[in-house]
């Protein structure tokens, strides 16, 4: 069962964020909620209705086709806040209804008990019009009913409106019961940090000035003022700094970078290229920094080409004793001198131009081929990345390639 409890969780919170983002389309504005409650008792047969007890409705802007929305199996948006409100309030379950329930296939009305419902066997189309004429509602506004005592269909009607208003926010906090259908429902709210007191029953602990100044410099840096560090010194935004607090690594990051090493190249490694290994199944707890140091250093002073990274990274994790050098010697990566590509250059040339003259033979793109800039210089650059096997960085094999072409 716990694996169904989550799985519905997450439909359930996932709906709440998409319902979110539809009421932000459609510029809900919570103070368009009013807490203005209409006595709606004379549109009903006063036959059917219980003694003492009262029908009273609200508006709800903006909210048609919303409250109906299925966020977990068999239960729609409106379903949730109902039950939240039964808990608070003691209205019961049956004596209310959303606008969108008067649809045949809304949610409710597919439950056993769904003849209980005292508005499912009272509500009509023609009452519906008479409902929204008497609310004054418009294009695109749902509403809601509640039947009881004065009393309880005002407060109901409270905290539907106040619950409605956390929609734009998503997900509410709160803690919520497992129900034995895989669904959950409303048990109370998480408090935040406005119910917070000071613990009363410990005695107090007279603590020296010195021994709190001492503790205050060991409080590390807030994660805006990293980001604001990182954005001025590496220009890094939040989210790249997100990533490298939420995964423990900005520690990392500027040991490799205070050593000398490219910010963006190092965070790329931590962040996206660990990650990336990762999902392959490699167990990435077994590369140590300095093993990614070493395999840095190696790129930037331009033994392999960034895009090898990856592959040393795994063949590391593959056979930890290896040195970096034995592992490029593996990968057929043998350090070469930059003078060395004037020997494979007129090589890489000719297969340049053989596939071009291919290439024009079947697409007649020749003219457009030779108007873009750089083109040809990045072509043969990718040529000569093969042929050397990475063992450049490919940004001194373009310039190599460039200088080679200006050259003519």
């Known amino acids: 069962m716990i694996e169904k409890w989550c799985l519905h969780e997450c439909l359930r919170q996932d709906m709440l964020i998409k319902i979110a983002k539809k009421l932000k389309e459609r510029k809900f504005d919570?103070?368009?909620?009013?807490?203005?409650y209409f006595e709606l008792t004379d549109k009903f047969n006063a036959k059917n209705i219980p003694n003492n007890f009262i029908i009273m409705g609200i508006r709800l802007p903006k909210l048609d086709g919303v409250l109906g929305l299925e966020i977990q199996p068999r239960k729609d948006f409106g379903q949730d806040i109902f039950e939240k409100t039964a808990l608070i309030t003691g209205l019961i379950m049956?004596?209310?209804?959303?606008?969108?329930e008067l649809d045949p296939k809304a949610q409710r009305r597919q439950h056993k008990d769904a003849s209980n419902n005292?508005?499912?066997s009272n509500m009509s189309k023609e009452l519906d019009k008479e409902i929204k004429s008497a609310l004054n509602l418009k294009n695109g506004d749902a509403y809601a009913l509640v039947l009881g005592s004065q009393k309880w269909c005002i407060h109901g009607l409270k905290k539907i409106i106040e619950r409605i208003k956390m929609a734009p926010n998503g997900v509410p906090q709160e803690t919520r019961r497992a129900l034995l259908d895989g669904n959950s429902e409303f048990l109370r709210?998480?408090?935040g940090k406005d119910r917070l007191y000071p613990d009363t029953d410990t005695p107090i602990i007279d603590m020296d000035m010195d021994e709190v100044y001492a503790l205050k410099e060991k409080v590390g840096k807030r994660p805006w003022e990293i980001e604001k560090e990182y954005n001025e010194k590496y220009g890094l935004t939040f989210e790249h700094v997100k990533?490298?607090?939420?995964?423990?690594?900005?520690?990392?990051?500027?040991?490799?970078?205070?050593?000398?090493?490219?910010?963006?190249?190092?965070?790329?490694?931590?962040e996206e290229t660990l990650k990336a290994i990762q999902r392959e199944g490699i167990e990435i707890e077994n590369i140590s920094i300095?093993?990614?140091?070493?395999?840095?250093?190696?790129?930037?002073?331009?033994?392999?080409?960034?895009s090898v990274i990856p592959i040393i990274l795994k063949e590391k994790v593959k056979s930890s004793e290896k040195s970096i050098q034995q592992i490029l010697t593996g990968l057929d990566i043998k350090k070469i001198e930059v003078s060395e590509l004037e020997k494979i250059y007129p090589e890489a040339l000719d297969e340049y131009n053989k596939i071009q003259s291919i290439n024009?033979?079947?697409?007649?793109?020749?003219?457009?081929i030779q108007s873009q800039p750089y083109y040809k210089a990045n072509q043969i650059t990718?040529?000569?990345m093969r042929k050397i096997h990475r063992a450049l960085s490919g940004k001194i094999v373009y310039e190599f390639v460039r200088k080679q072409l200006e050259a003519k």
């Open 118 to 120: 005292f508005f499912f």
């Open 290 to 306: 300095e093993n990614i140091e070493e395999i840095i250093k190696g790129a930037q002073q331009g033994l392999f080409d960034n």
């Open 94 to 100: 049956k004596n209310m209804f959303h606008s969108d």
């Open 30 to 36: 919570i103070n368009e909620l009013e807490h203005t």
């Open 382 to 384: 990718g040529i000569l």
């Open 243 to 270: 990533q490298l607090i939420r995964h423990n690594r900005h520690d990392d990051f500027e040991k490799l970078v205070e050593n000398g090493f490219n910010p963006k190249l190092v965070y790329k490694v931590l």
């Open 189 to 191: 709210v998480i408090h």
């Open 360 to 368: 024009n033979k079947k697409l007649n793109r020749s003219a457009i």
